[in-house]
Structure formats: C-alpha cells, structure tokens
C-alpha cells in the first residue's frame, strides 16, 4: 500500500472518529438542557422554600397510611387511637402507657397538656394526660362533642330525647360537677373556656321558628370548699341567622365564628366585626391574636388573616390551594397548605417555610424549634 493510500486511510478514520465524538457531545448537552429545564421548573415550583425536605429521611418511624390516620400528635409522642386501645407512643413508636377502650368511632382531640377520646354517636369517652389515663366515664346520651379548657376540665355535648341536647361539664377529677340541658336555646353546638377556667360558653341553634336563631350562654364556674358549682350568668343572640359553629375568649372578650361573620361579646353587648371573608375554614387563637384561614368563595385561594384585640387586620396573604391541617403552639401557627409547611408567629412573621414531599394529617409542635408531623407515610420530626 502506498503511503498516499495510508494518508487518506488515517483520514477517513479521524473523521470518524470525530463524527462520533460530536454527536456523543451533543447527545449530552441535549440530555442536559432537558434535565436543566426540569430542574429549573421544579425549583421554579418550590421558590421561596427555604427548606426542601424528604420526610422519610427525618426523624421518627414509617407506618402505613392506614396506620397514620389513627395517630395524633400529642406532647412530645403521639397519641395512638384504635377501637380497642389508646396508646401513648413516643416519636420512636415505643409505648409509653396504654389504656383499654371499645368505642365504635373513636375520636380525639388534644391541647398541650391533655387529650380526651370519645365515641362519637356511642356512650362513653377517656381523658389522658402525658403520664396516664386519668379516667374513663359513661354517658346516658350519644356523644356529639367535646371539648378541654386549660385547666383540665371537659365539657361533653350529648344528644336527648327530652331536650335539644346537654352539655356535661366535668372537673379535673372526672367529677360532673354540672349538666346543663337545652329546653329554649336550641341544639349545643360547641363550648369554649376562659384562660382561668372560670367561665364557659355555649353556642347553640334553635330551628323551631321560621328562621333559624343562634345563641350564646355563659356560665360561671366558682370554687368552693365543698368543690366547683356553676351558675348561669348570661345569654345574647344575633339579628342574623348564622351558626355559631366556633367560640372562644381573647382575655374577657368572647369571639364566635360563622361560616361569614365574626361576632364579639364585649362589655355585656354582641356585635358584628367589621372584617369581611366569604368561607372561614379556620378560626383559631394563637397567644393575643386571631389566626383565620378563609377563602373567597368555593375552590378559591386560601388566605390567612391576623387579627389582633382591637379587631385590626395586621396580616393577610395568600396561601395556598388546599390546606391540609393547621396547628398551634405558645404564640405559634403551623398550617399546612399544598407542599408546603408554613410557621407564623404571633406577629404574622414567617419563621419556617418547609416543602414537604408527602401530605400532612396532623402537625403539633415539640419544645424546641420542631414540628411533629403525621404524614401519609408515617410520624417524623422536623425543623423550622
């Protein structure tokens, strides 16, 4: 072979060569502009994040959904509520104390030092603290709410043949120390404590009329030697036809929300605040403001509103599509909303902003800037 012929050999085998390693190149560049630009959308997604988290990497312990729906946050564990057992299991899932049950449609609620399981249609209901059951009671009439105030007390709404329902209230002790039925005032809808647990108030309904008219009762809770009585102090009613679904006092000051409205029982006189939204989803107390989670209208963006003592609005925004639950601590407010966990203080300041890569069923705050979340995929442990 002549030297000519191995020139152009060596040739046509660089151009190969160099064919090759050019469409390799560009063959990578375009794999990387496309993962670029899913990288790119998804951080677009998550702006303004400043935490991106995979919860199954945090702290705590994996369980199946079925399994997380039975889960409460409560303390520093979680509550675990079944037909036939309450269980007190820390972030670990090791048991701490257990109690028996047999109620049909368990339900729970907690505050930060007591939990309380009732059954909901059925007769019977259990009240916990972080040590122990303190105690178990029956009731004559099917279960329909109940309710904690800070001091240790309960309130239970039942349903009754006789009335349009009762209201028991029980002391720290498990003691019925009243029993309040409802003859004039309509159905009991929900209950609410002062901060000292010397006063409770009543929502009710009455729909015997041609209109529906609400009602609120107050009821002073006095100590004695002999043990706690109640009286009756008061009732108001509203011009409008709302129901008061949610209740609670801000210092002497007591709030009621509807679904529209929000009135305030101020030196003996209810009135309407002046504070406009369509759906409130939320209404909750959180140190000396009003944290409310509400929306213009159905399958609208879900806002947040603060409102302090004097009824002023020192905070609004929008947050969100769907909110999954909310939660609040001393002077703190968790909501979840989307793929996000957002957590306010009491000044409307965003000190945490978590994406989240599984739905949220419950939240509760731990000492320490942590959250105790219960996912679709198990209980877990996170910062803010």
């Known amino acids: 072979m002549s030297l000519s012929d191995n020139k152009n050999g060596n040739k046509r085998t660089l151009s190969k060569t160099l064919s090759v390693i050019v469409m390799i190149f560009a063959f990578i560049f375009i794999v990387s502009m496309v993962l670029l630009y899913f990288v790119v959308k998804r951080e677009a997604g998550l702006a303004g994040a400043e935490q991106q988290i995979k919860l199954s990497a945090q702290g705590g312990f994996n369980c199946e959904y079925s399994e997380a729906q039975k889960l409460y946050p409560f303390g520093e564990g979680v509550i675990k509520v079944t037909s036939e057992r309450i269980a007190y299991l820390t972030l670990s899932g090791n048991e701490i104390f257990s109690t028996s049950i047999n109620y049909r449609n368990p339900s729970c609620i907690t505050t930060d030092d007591y939990c309380l399981v009732f059954d909901s249609d059925g007769y019977a209901f259990t009240f916990l603290n972080r040590e122990e059951a303190l105690y178990s009671?029956?009731?004559?009439?099917?279960?329909?709410?109940?309710?904690?105030?800070?001091?240790?007390?309960?309130?239970?709404?039942?349903?009754?043949?006789?009335?349009?329902?009762?209201?028991?209230?029980?002391?720290?002790?498990?003691?019925?120390?009243?029993?309040?039925?409802?003859?004039?005032?309509?159905?009991?809808?929900?209950?609410?404590?002062?901060?000292?647990?010397?006063?409770?108030?009543?929502?009710?309904?009455?729909?015997?009329?041609?209109?529906?008219?609400?009602?609120?009762?107050?009821?002073?809770?006095?100590?004695?030697?002999?043990?706690?009585?109640?009286?009756?102090?008061?009732?108001?009613?509203?011009?409008?036809?709302?129901?008061?679904?949610?209740?609670?006092?801000?210092?002497?000051?007591?709030?009621?929300?509807?679904?529209?409205?929000?009135?305030?029982?101020?030196?003996?006189?209810?009135?309407?605040?002046?504070?406009?939204?369509?759906?409130?989803?939320?209404?909750?107390?959180?140190?000396?403001?009003?944290?409310?989670?509400?929306?213009?209208?159905?399958?609208?963006?879900?806002?947040?509103?603060?409102?302090?003592?004097?009824?002023?609005?020192?905070?609004?925004?929008?947050?969100?599509?769907?909110?999954?639950?909310?939660?609040?601590?001393?002077?703190?407010?968790?909501?979840?909303?989307?793929?996000?966990?957002?957590?306010?203080?009491?000044?409307?300041?965003?000190?945490?902003d978590i994406s989240v890569d599984e739905d949220i069923l419950r939240m509760g705050f731990l000492t320490g800037n942590e959250l105790c979340v219960v996912s679709t995929g198990g209980v877990h442990t996170i910062s803010y």
């Open 137 to 352: 009671s029956p009731t004559p009439f099917q279960i329909k709410g109940a309710f904690i105030s800070p001091a240790g007390f309960a309130s239970v709404i039942t349903a009754d043949d006789k009335s349009y329902g009762n209201v028991y209230l029980y002391d720290p002790a498990g003691t019925v120390i009243s029993e309040w039925s409802s003859y004039n005032s309509g159905y009991p809808l929900a209950c609410a404590f002062n901060q000292d647990t010397t006063r409770m108030a009543v929502t009710t309904i009455n729909t015997t009329g041609a209109v529906a008219v609400p009602y609120i009762r107050l009821f002073d809770i006095i100590s004695t030697d002999r043990g706690y009585t109640v009286e009756d102090n008061s009732f108001y009613t509203t011009n409008t036809n709302d129901i008061l679904s949610t209740c609670f006092f801000l210092g002497d000051n007591l709030y009621s929300f509807a679904s529209t409205k929000l009135f305030k029982i101020k030196n003996d006189t209810i009135g309407q605040v002046n504070i406009d939204f369509s759906v409130a989803n939320y209404s909750l107390l959180v140190g000396k403001k009003i944290f409310l989670v509400y929306a213009d209208g159905a399958e609208q963006m879900n806002k947040l509103a603060i409102i302090d003592s004097g009824d002023n609005i020192i905070y609004s925004s929008d947050i969100g599509s769907t909110v999954h639950c909310v939660a609040t601590g001393k002077g703190l407010f968790a909501i979840s909303v989307d793929n996000r966990i957002f957590v306010y203080n009491e000044s409307g300041s965003i000190i945490g």
